[in-house]
């Protein structure tokens, strides 16, 4: 077959020497792909046309301490306001913590960014689509290694039923996604039938993952019922409650609190951030203070398990101007504020300040939708950082940047998780989270490619020869690491975390011979 060919792609990269701010300036005001990832902030124009700044390796400082605010940012929102409502909604829903998590951490981890409208697919010039599947293939492999590796650094014996089920529908689906995503496909407006073909894959692809989640669920509900049976409750005496108690719930005012005693309790990131060290903690405290008026924390070891009634008012308030971002279109996001804010006034009006509600797993929603939200945007933003800086440093090409450098934000992000998780000593669910991220990976892929308007009458093959190299080191990872789990007894060990890594040596060696044009991608044929 033949590959996507991006070394005619028109490259931000100093190829050429440029002496001053200016010649700078004009090459990222000039060059399309300067800006392919900026979703806020255009960091190159920033620096070199409003500040002109004489050096790349001033720029290259500012981009690292960029980043190092971030990963701050990430790893507070991930650690104090993603991780407690994840496991919160954990401990309320019937189902196994191995299910909980393959089921709805892709979910809540992803949806922003499946919803999101990335640029690269919208311009169609370049064959610059095909950078979007080249993406979510490192992304594939990073989400994969990384989760693996820090299970094995912790040591964990998994079901084999979990692991056989998890990885054969893993590696059947990654097939059928390669097989679909390098057809060449006839997209021109006045041709229907591969159009057709198409969205019947895409039909496919959702609804076999349906059916799965649908099994998924049903098997855990019933294995939670069996291991945890219901108990046999005496009827609850509601005689000593208050007089307004049977409307608005069963719990009693708790009178020893106060409301700026909640508040406080609530905001306080010194108090909450103790765990972490202690330079960093006091360097995110106001980061923290912020976004503990944004976003609603439910947790046992706070007062009320974490309800603060203003918090979350305010929270469905400003939800509907969070996802401005997302690119939903004006009606459904007017749906979106009528709902958010009716729901801040029911929400007010039928709840008190210093009773806990009946269910608060609504509460702990929004709040694990909101940080979700917040670190999609801060990993964009990484992804922007790392895009300019290499691509205006390196000439490198498009797949590679995206394939070698992306997904430092995801796998920051993974790896607090997977450790959080690991701490709690909840390994089945850390073992989910893995499957999970890989998983939905794969399964909407397609469907994602299409709705983006990756394919079209300028890209009918979206895959490049280094995201072919990937492709089959990917088939590699997954079918070795099922037989390796399976003949060391289901137990993830540091002898499988040596050859993952090995592995991944062997790859990025690869890719990086690649790119001095040492070697040729696999699958390529060339004419000498």
């Known amino acids: 077959m033949s590959f996507v060919d991006h070394s005619n792609v028109t490259r931000c990269s100093l190829h050429l020497p440029l002496y001053n701010a200016s010649q700078a300036c004009e090459l990222v005001r000039t060059t399309f792909t300067c800006g392919l990832f900026v979703h806020f ?3 190159l124009q920033i620096a070199f046309c409003s500040f002109h700044l004489p050096f790349v390796s001033v720029y290259a400082l500012i981009s690292f301490l960029l980043l190092l605010a971030i990963f701050g940012m990430s790893y507070t929102l991930a650690e104090y306001f993603f991780m407690p409502n994840f496991v919160t909604l954990m401990d309320i829903f019937p189902l196994t913590k191995f299910a909980f998590s393959y089921l709805f951490f892709g979910i809540s981890f992803f949806v922003p960014y499946y919803l999101s409208i990335w640029r690269s697919c919208v311009d169609k010039v370049e064959h610059l689509s095909a ?18 590796m820090v299970l094995c650094i912790r040591g964990y014996r998994v079901d084999g039923v979990n692991i056989w089920s998890s990885l054969v529908f893993i590696l059947l689906g990654f097939g059928y996604l390669i097989a679909v995503t390098s057809k060449q496909y006839d997209v021109h407006e006045n041709t229907h039938q591969d159009i057709y073909l198409l969205k019947f894959r895409v039909i496919i692809f959702l609804f076999v993952f349906s059916m799965v989640s649908v099994v998924v669920f049903v098997v855990s509900h019933t294995n939670f019922w069996r291991l945890n049976p219901p108990k046999d409750y005496a009827p609850e005496d509601y005689s000593n409650l208050e007089s307004d108690a049977e409307v608005l719930g069963r719990y009693s005012k708790r009178r020893q609190l106060k409301r700026c005693k909640i508040w406080w309790r609530t905001v ?3 108090r909450n951030t103790k765990g972490a060290q202690s330079c960093l903690g006091i360097l995110l405290i106001p980061f923290y203070f912020l976004a503990a008026h944004l976003i609603p924390v439910l947790a046992v ?19 509907p101007f ?7 279109g004006p009606e459904a996001w007017l749906l979106l504020v009528v709902i958010c804010w009716l729901s801040s006034v029911l929400v007010f009006m039928s709840t008190h300040s210093l009773r806990q509600p009946d269910y608060v797993w609504p509460y702990a929603l929004l709040g ?3 940080s979700s939200l917040a670190l999609r945007y801060l990993i964009q933003e990484v992804e922007n950082l790392t895009w300019q800086f290499v691509s205006f440093r390196f000439d490198v090409m498009p797949d590679l940047v995206a394939l070698m450098c992306f997904g430092l934000g995801d796998i920051f992000c993974e790896v607090i998780i997977l ?3 690991i701490q709690r000593k909840f390994f089945d669910a850390a073992f989910g989270v893995v499957m999970s991220m890989v998983t939905y990976g794969i399964l909407l892929a397609l469907p994602l490619l299409l709705w983006h308007g990756c394919y079209n009458s300028n890209t009918h093959i979206i895959v490049t020869g280094p995201t072919e ?8 990872m997954f079918g070795s690491s099922l037989f390796h789990v399976s003949m060391s007894g289901y137990e993830f060990r540091m002898s499988l975390f040596l050859y993952l890594l090995a592995v991944t040596v062997v790859y990025m060696t690869f890719q990086w011979m690649t790119y001095h044009f040492w070697v040729h991608s696999f699958a390529t044929l060339h004419n000498v």
């Open 41 to 43: 902030v255009n960091h």
């Open 131 to 148: 950078v979007q599947f080249s993406r979510m293939t490192g992304d594939l492999m990073r989400h994969f290694v990384t989760g693996v």
């Open 268 to 270: 306080n990131g010194f």
């Open 419 to 421: 450790w959080h998780l």
């Open 322 to 328: 969070l996802c401005m971002p997302l690119g939903i």
């Open 301 to 319: 070891d706070r007062p009320l398990c974490g309800w603060n009634k203003y918090v979350n008012c305010f929270s469905l308030v400003i939800f």
């Open 469 to 476: 190299t990937c492709i089959q080191f990917l088939f590699l």
């Open 368 to 370: 694990l939708s909101l």
